[in-house]
Protein backbone atom coordinates (compact mmCIF):
# COMPACT_ATOMS: atom_id res chain seq x y z
CA UNK A 1 0.00 0.00 0.00
CA UNK A 2 1.04 3.21 -1.03
CA UNK A 3 -0.05 6.01 1.59
CA UNK A 4 0.18 9.94 0.62
CA UNK A 5 -1.09 12.52 2.80
CA UNK A 6 -2.40 15.86 1.62
CA UNK A 7 -2.68 18.92 3.07
CA UNK A 8 -6.40 19.68 1.73
CA UNK A 9 -9.32 17.36 0.09
CA UNK A 10 -8.60 19.61 -3.04
CA UNK A 11 -5.22 18.07 -3.13
CA UNK A 12 -6.66 14.54 -3.19
CA UNK A 13 -8.83 15.28 -5.77
CA UNK A 14 -6.04 16.56 -7.87
CA UNK A 15 -4.49 13.84 -7.39
CA UNK A 16 -6.99 10.88 -7.58
CA UNK A 17 -7.75 12.60 -10.93
CA UNK A 18 -3.53 12.46 -11.80
CA UNK A 19 -4.58 8.82 -11.70
CA UNK A 20 -6.95 8.39 -13.90
CA UNK A 21 -5.54 10.64 -16.17
CA UNK A 22 -2.38 8.41 -16.40
CA UNK A 23 -4.49 5.56 -16.48
CA UNK A 24 -6.63 6.87 -19.29
CA UNK A 25 -3.63 8.10 -21.66
CA UNK A 26 -1.69 4.87 -20.82
CA UNK A 27 -4.51 2.56 -22.03
CA UNK A 28 -7.82 5.00 -23.55
CA UNK A 29 -9.71 1.61 -23.70
CA UNK A 30 -8.99 1.09 -19.61
CA UNK A 31 -12.11 -0.29 -17.70
CA UNK A 32 -12.51 1.75 -14.72
CA UNK A 33 -14.30 0.74 -11.25
CA UNK A 34 -16.31 3.75 -9.58
CA UNK A 35 -17.79 4.52 -6.41
CA UNK A 36 -20.05 6.65 -5.04
CA UNK A 37 -20.39 9.07 -1.65
CA UNK A 38 -19.31 12.30 -0.80
CA UNK A 39 -15.31 10.90 -1.08
CA UNK A 40 -15.44 10.88 -4.65
CA UNK A 41 -17.45 13.86 -5.81
CA UNK A 42 -14.42 16.42 -5.93
CA UNK A 43 -12.47 13.46 -8.10
CA UNK A 44 -15.45 13.57 -10.34
CA UNK A 45 -15.47 17.09 -10.52
CA UNK A 46 -11.80 17.02 -11.53
CA UNK A 47 -12.49 14.67 -14.19
CA UNK A 48 -14.98 16.93 -15.54
CA UNK A 49 -13.02 19.82 -15.91
CA UNK A 50 -10.01 17.84 -17.62
CA UNK A 51 -12.12 16.79 -20.10
CA UNK A 52 -13.74 20.11 -20.75
CA UNK A 53 -10.31 21.14 -21.14
CA UNK A 54 -9.77 18.34 -23.61
CA UNK A 55 -7.30 16.46 -21.83
CA UNK A 56 -9.02 13.89 -20.73
CA UNK A 57 -11.15 11.84 -23.35
CA UNK A 58 -13.43 8.33 -22.18
CA UNK A 59 -14.99 7.60 -25.20
CA UNK A 60 -12.98 4.15 -24.95
CA UNK A 61 -13.17 3.16 -21.70
CA UNK A 62 -15.85 1.43 -19.61
CA UNK A 63 -17.01 1.94 -16.12
CA UNK A 64 -18.44 -0.34 -13.96
CA UNK A 65 -19.63 1.46 -10.36
CA UNK A 66 -19.41 -0.63 -6.98
CA UNK A 67 -22.85 -1.22 -5.84
CA UNK A 68 -26.74 -0.03 -5.98
CA UNK A 69 -29.24 0.20 -3.47
CA UNK A 70 -31.69 -2.58 -3.90
CA UNK A 71 -35.55 -1.11 -4.87
CA UNK A 72 -34.71 2.61 -5.23
CA UNK A 73 -35.58 3.33 -9.16
CA UNK A 74 -33.03 4.94 -11.39
CA UNK A 75 -35.48 7.75 -11.22
CA UNK A 76 -34.96 8.32 -7.10
CA UNK A 77 -32.12 11.11 -6.76
CA UNK A 78 -30.46 8.90 -4.23
CA UNK A 79 -30.03 5.53 -6.47
CA UNK A 80 -26.21 5.21 -7.44
CA UNK A 81 -27.05 5.21 -10.96
CA UNK A 82 -28.65 9.02 -10.15
CA UNK A 83 -25.49 10.07 -8.52
CA UNK A 84 -23.57 8.97 -11.38
CA UNK A 85 -25.11 10.54 -13.87
CA UNK A 86 -25.27 13.75 -11.92
CA UNK A 87 -21.92 13.94 -10.97
CA UNK A 88 -20.06 12.78 -13.66
CA UNK A 89 -21.89 10.38 -16.49
CA UNK A 90 -23.67 13.74 -18.02
CA UNK A 91 -20.38 15.70 -17.98
CA UNK A 92 -17.80 13.33 -19.54
CA UNK A 93 -18.30 11.15 -22.56
CA UNK A 94 -18.15 7.80 -21.14
CA UNK A 95 -19.95 5.39 -23.63
CA UNK A 96 -20.65 2.32 -21.48
CA UNK A 97 -21.19 2.39 -17.80
CA UNK A 98 -22.41 -0.43 -15.94
CA UNK A 99 -24.09 -0.68 -12.50
CA UNK A 100 -25.74 -3.73 -10.62
CA UNK A 101 -29.59 -3.21 -10.99
CA UNK A 102 -31.03 -3.24 -7.70
CA UNK A 103 -34.64 -3.08 -9.42
CA UNK A 104 -34.02 -6.74 -10.94
CA UNK A 105 -36.93 -9.38 -10.73
CA UNK A 106 -34.11 -12.14 -9.56
CA UNK A 107 -31.45 -10.37 -7.55
CA UNK A 108 -28.95 -13.58 -7.28
CA UNK A 109 -28.87 -13.56 -11.43
CA UNK A 110 -27.98 -10.57 -11.46
CA UNK A 111 -24.94 -10.69 -9.10
CA UNK A 112 -23.51 -13.53 -11.24
CA UNK A 113 -24.74 -11.17 -14.28
CA UNK A 114 -22.50 -8.27 -13.29
CA UNK A 115 -19.43 -10.35 -12.22
CA UNK A 116 -19.82 -11.94 -15.80
CA UNK A 117 -19.91 -8.48 -17.43
CA UNK A 118 -16.85 -7.33 -15.66
CA UNK A 119 -14.52 -10.30 -16.85
CA UNK A 120 -16.31 -10.20 -20.24
CA UNK A 121 -14.82 -6.01 -20.14
CA UNK A 122 -11.15 -7.81 -19.70
CA UNK A 123 -11.47 -7.08 -15.67
CA UNK A 124 -11.09 -3.86 -13.60
CA UNK A 125 -7.98 -1.54 -14.04
CA UNK A 126 -8.34 1.15 -11.97
CA UNK A 127 -10.86 1.12 -9.20
CA UNK A 128 -11.79 3.86 -7.25
CA UNK A 129 -12.99 3.40 -3.52
CA UNK A 130 -14.22 5.30 -0.41
CA UNK A 131 -13.89 3.33 3.05
CA UNK A 132 -17.06 3.78 5.35
CA UNK A 133 -16.56 4.33 8.94
CA UNK A 134 -17.32 1.28 9.67
CA UNK A 135 -14.23 0.02 7.17
CA UNK A 136 -16.47 -1.03 4.05
CA UNK A 137 -15.38 -0.65 0.37
CA UNK A 138 -17.76 -1.32 -1.81
CA UNK A 139 -21.23 -2.98 0.52
CA UNK A 140 -18.53 -5.37 1.87
CA UNK A 141 -20.28 -4.74 5.51
CA UNK A 142 -17.84 -6.14 8.71
CA UNK A 143 -18.82 -9.21 9.35
CA UNK A 144 -17.25 -12.77 10.60
CA UNK A 145 -15.76 -13.69 6.93
CA UNK A 146 -14.67 -11.97 3.65
CA UNK A 147 -17.78 -12.60 0.77
CA UNK A 148 -15.83 -12.80 -2.61
CA UNK A 149 -18.30 -12.30 -5.31
CA UNK A 150 -20.97 -9.83 -6.45
CA UNK A 151 -23.40 -10.10 -3.80
CA UNK A 152 -26.54 -9.10 -2.20
CA UNK A 153 -25.79 -7.54 1.10
CA UNK A 154 -27.91 -5.73 4.17
CA UNK A 155 -26.50 -2.72 5.44
CA UNK A 156 -25.27 -2.65 8.84
CA UNK A 157 -26.80 0.08 11.37
CA UNK A 158 -23.97 2.14 11.15
CA UNK A 159 -23.92 2.40 7.24
CA UNK A 160 -27.45 3.12 7.07
CA UNK A 161 -27.02 5.86 10.07
CA UNK A 162 -24.34 7.55 8.09
CA UNK A 163 -26.40 7.79 4.70
CA UNK A 164 -29.22 9.24 6.51
CA UNK A 165 -27.92 12.62 5.48
CA UNK A 166 -29.02 11.63 2.07
CA UNK A 167 -32.90 10.80 2.89
CA UNK A 168 -35.29 12.50 4.39
CA UNK A 169 -35.50 9.74 7.68
CA UNK A 170 -33.45 6.76 8.21
CA UNK A 171 -36.60 4.45 7.84
CA UNK A 172 -36.31 5.82 4.03
CA UNK A 173 -32.59 4.00 3.52
CA UNK A 174 -32.79 1.27 1.74
CA UNK A 175 -31.34 -1.95 3.97
CA UNK A 176 -30.08 -3.41 0.92
CA UNK A 177 -27.65 -3.41 -1.52
CA UNK A 178 -25.62 -4.92 -4.62
CA UNK A 179 -22.22 -4.71 -4.03
CA UNK A 180 -18.94 -5.87 -5.83
CA UNK A 181 -17.27 -8.59 -3.56
CA UNK A 182 -14.22 -8.09 -1.79
CA UNK A 183 -12.64 -10.48 -4.65
CA UNK A 184 -14.28 -8.90 -7.34
CA UNK A 185 -12.58 -5.86 -5.95
CA UNK A 186 -9.28 -7.40 -5.22
CA UNK A 187 -9.09 -8.14 -9.16
CA UNK A 188 -8.75 -5.09 -10.31
CA UNK A 189 -5.13 -4.10 -11.53
CA UNK A 190 -5.14 -1.02 -9.78
CA UNK A 191 -7.07 0.21 -6.88
CA UNK A 192 -7.24 4.16 -5.21
CA UNK A 193 -8.35 4.61 -1.89
CA UNK A 194 -9.88 7.80 -0.61
CA UNK A 195 -10.54 8.87 2.58
CA UNK A 196 -11.14 12.38 4.00
CA UNK A 197 -11.80 14.23 7.68
CA UNK A 198 -11.06 13.34 10.93
CA UNK A 199 -14.15 11.15 10.94
CA UNK A 200 -12.20 8.17 8.44
CA UNK A 201 -9.31 8.59 10.90
CA UNK A 202 -9.55 5.57 13.18
CA UNK A 203 -10.63 3.15 10.34
CA UNK A 204 -7.93 4.35 8.20
CA UNK A 205 -5.24 3.41 11.02
CA UNK A 206 -7.66 -0.04 11.30
CA UNK A 207 -7.28 -0.17 7.84
CA UNK A 208 -3.06 0.54 6.97
CA UNK A 209 -1.95 -0.38 10.42
CA UNK A 210 -4.41 -2.77 11.79
CA UNK A 211 -4.92 -6.90 11.65
CA UNK A 212 -6.51 -8.55 8.48
CA UNK A 213 -9.39 -8.95 9.23
CA UNK A 214 -13.47 -9.30 7.87
CA UNK A 215 -14.14 -7.08 10.92
CA UNK A 216 -12.22 -4.23 8.94
CA UNK A 217 -13.35 -4.88 5.40
CA UNK A 218 -10.68 -2.22 3.38
CA UNK A 219 -7.75 -3.97 5.75
CA UNK A 220 -7.20 -6.73 2.94
CA UNK A 221 -6.42 -4.45 0.50
CA UNK A 222 -3.02 -4.52 2.19
CA UNK A 223 -2.97 -8.12 0.61
CA UNK A 224 -3.02 -6.76 -3.06
CA UNK A 225 0.48 -5.64 -4.98
CA UNK A 226 -1.26 -2.19 -6.14
CA UNK A 227 -2.91 -0.06 -3.51
CA UNK A 228 -2.62 3.31 -3.87
CA UNK A 229 -4.50 5.30 -0.60
CA UNK A 230 -4.73 9.19 -0.96
CA UNK A 231 -5.71 10.81 2.22
CA UNK A 232 -6.26 14.79 3.56
CA UNK A 233 -4.26 15.23 6.80
CA UNK A 234 -7.24 15.16 9.33
CA UNK A 235 -8.19 11.41 7.53
CA UNK A 236 -4.37 10.60 8.20
CA UNK A 237 -3.98 11.92 11.79
CA UNK A 238 -3.90 8.72 13.38
CA UNK A 239 -1.41 7.11 11.52
CA UNK A 240 2.02 6.38 13.37
P1 LIG B 1 -18.48 8.61 1.99
O1 LIG B 1 -18.76 7.05 1.96
O2 LIG B 1 -17.58 8.89 0.84
O3 LIG B 1 -19.83 9.22 1.82
O4 LIG B 1 -17.86 8.90 3.30
C1 LIG B 1 -17.69 6.19 1.76
C2 LIG B 1 -18.18 4.78 1.80
O5 LIG B 1 -19.18 4.51 2.49
O6 LIG B 1 -17.58 3.93 1.14
Known sequence: MVVHVFDQASQVAEAAAAVFTAQLLE?????????????PVDTYAELIRLHEHGVLDFSRATSFNLDEYVGLPPSHPESYIAFMKRNLFDR?????????NGMAGDLERECLNYEALIREAGGVDLQLLGIGNNGHIGFNEPGES??????????????IHANRRFFDSEEQV??????????????ARHILLLALGQGKAEVVKGMVEGSITP???A?????????????DRAAASLLS
Open 92 to 100: INLKRSYLP
Open 27 to 39: KPDSVLGLATGST
Open 146 to 159: FVFDTNLTALTPST
Open 219 to 231: SILRGHPRVTVLL
Open 215 to 217: QVP
Open 174 to 187: PRQALSMGIGTILQ
